[in-house]
C-alpha cells in the first residue's frame, strides 16, 4: 500500500486570487493522491520574519515526513535560489531567502539542494510566480516519491541565507525579558517573540509595551473586563497584548518591530 504524503502551504498569496487554488491544481495533477493543507495564506505580504515563526511554531503538530511548501517571496524572478532542505523528520521547499532560519537553526539538516532540475518543474515558467511553477510541481514530485538528491545540487546548509531571530533577550539582573511585536493576528492579537516556557510563577510579571502601563501576565481573556488590555500567554509560547472583545492592534497602535518588556514586579 503506497503511502498518502502531505504537502503543507504557506504563503502570503491571500484568497482572493487565484493563486493557491492554481498552486493545489498542479500538485493534484501531478501526486493526486497526496493530502494538502493550508497552513496559512495571511503572512503579511513579504513579511518573511512572521512566516519564519509561524512555521517554527506550527511543525510539531503535523505528521513526520510532511512537505511544507512555504512561499513569502520578495525576491522572485531575481538571481535568490529556490532549495529544499530535508530534516531528519521533514522536507521543506523554499526560496532561499531567510524563511527557513529556524529549520536551519534547530532541525537536524540531512540534505539541503539548490533546486535546478528544469525537468521537475513546469514546462513553461513565468518570472512572478515560482509557488505555482516551481514550488508547487517539485514538491509534488517529492510527494511522488523522487528522492531530494534528484531535484537539484547539494549544497551545505551553512551556504543558506540565515536572519536573526527576532529579538528576545534578558537583562543582566535576570528581572527583565526585552522582546518585540512579530505580527498581529486575525484577532488583532499583538503576539511578540518573548518567549514564555521559561518563566517560573508567571503572577509575578507584567508587561509594558507603548505608552501603555504596566499589565499583569494574566491566564486568559477573562481575567480582564470588556475592552480592556491585558498581556497573556499565547498558544505559540510566546507573550501577546490583547484587548478583552477588542481589536488590540487597530487600538494600541503597537506596530511590527516596537519593543515589548517583561518585567518582574
Not at 510532511?66 to 532549495?83: E, L, N, Y
Not at 509560547?237 to 487600538?251: D, H, K, M, Q, Y
Amino acid at each position: 500500500m503506497t503511502e498518502t504524503r502531505t504537502i503543507v502551504l504557506m504563503t502570503d498569496f491571500g484568497l482572493e486570487d487565484t493563486f493557491v487554488g492554481q498552486m493545489k491544481g498542479v500538485i493534484r495533477s501531478i501526486a493526486p493522491a497526496t493530502m494538502i493543507i493550508d497552513l496559512t495564506h495571511a503572512v503579511s505580504p513579504r513579511n518573511i520574519a512572521q512566516g519564519a515563526f509561524l512555521l517554527n511554531k506550527s511543525l510539531p503538530y503535523f505528521p513526520a515526513g510532511s512537505i511544507f511548501v512555504t512561499v513569502i517571496d520578495p525576491g522572485v524572478g531575481t538571481s535568490r535560489r529556490a532549495i529544499a532542505v530535508e530534516t531528519a523528520k521533514h522536507i521543506f521547499v523554499s526560496p532561499d531567502n531567510g524563511l527557513l532560519s529556524p529549520i536551519l537553526q534547530h532541525e537536524e539538516i540531512v540534505r539541503c539542494v539548490q533546486i535546478s532540475e528544469s525537468r521537475f518543474m513546469l514546462p513553461a515558467s513565468s518570472s512572478t510566480f515560482h509557488g505555482r511553477d516551481l514550488f508547487s510541481p517539485v514538491a509534488a514530485r517529492l510527494a511522488a516519491g523522487i528522492p531530494v538528491a534528484e531535484i537539484g545540487r547539494t549544497i551545505e546548509a551553512e551556504e543558506c541565507i540565515r536572519k536573526d531571530p527576532p529579538v528576545c533577550r534578558l537583562s543582566a539582573d535576570g528581572k527583565s525579558w526585552e522582546g518585540m511585536v512579530i505580527y498581529a493576528d486575525h484577532f488583532g492579537n499583538l503576539v511578540t517573540s518573548i518567549e514564555t516556557g521559561t518563566i517560573a510563577e508567571p503572577e509575578r510579571w507584567e508587561v509594558e509595551c507603548g505608552n501603555m502601563g504596566p499589565m499583569p501576565l494574566s491566564l486568559t481573556y477573562g481575567s480582564v473586563p470588556d475592552g480592556a488590555p491585558l498581556a497573556y500567554r499565547g498558544s505559540s509560547g510566546t507573550v501577546e497584548i490583547g484587548l478583552r472583545n477588542a481589536n488590540a492592534a487597530s487600538s494600541i497602535g503597537l506596530q511590527p518591530g516596537d519593543i515589548v518588556r517583561l518585567k518582574r514586579k
